[in-house]
Nanobody, 123 residues
């Protein structure tokens, strides 16, 4: 089983950048990895996803062009580079994983492994 630990959250002013990391333990290949976020009082929504072992990525419309998901195979890590941050990006960000899914859609119900989350606040 894969275990996920997020890091890199924090507070930033609008227009700034943050980079989140998700470190995975266990088998870390041929699976979908994704970032979701949940703001207070709102549903958890998919932000970005990628297929580990390939180059394909998927993004929510709200973050496309501003966020970039990438992998570091040597360290079993998936990153989310967030640029041009907006106050509406404020949320708890979660890393998620699932094996055997293609394409890597951004539906919460399709992921079965989750990290504890890291808070991002944009003011």
């Amino acid at each position: 089983d894969v275990q996920l630990v997020e890091s890199g959250g924090g507070s930033v002013q609008a227009g700034g950048s943050l980079r989140l990391s998700c470190a995975g333990s266990g088998y870390f290949n041929r699976m979908c990895m994704a970032w979701f976020r949940q703001a207070p009082g709102k549903e958890r929504e998919g932000v970005a996803a990628m297929y580990i072992g390939g180059a394909r990525t998927w993004y929510a419309v709200s973050v496309k062009g501003r966020f970039t998901i990438s992998q570091d195979n040597a360290r079993n890590t998936v990153r989310l580079q967030m640029n041009s941050l907006k106050p509406e990006d404020t949320a708890m960000y979660y890393c998620a994983a699932v094996a055997g899914l293609w394409p890597c859609r951004l539906y919460r119900s399709e992921y079965n492994c989750w990290g504890q989350g890291t808070q991002v606040t944009v003011s």
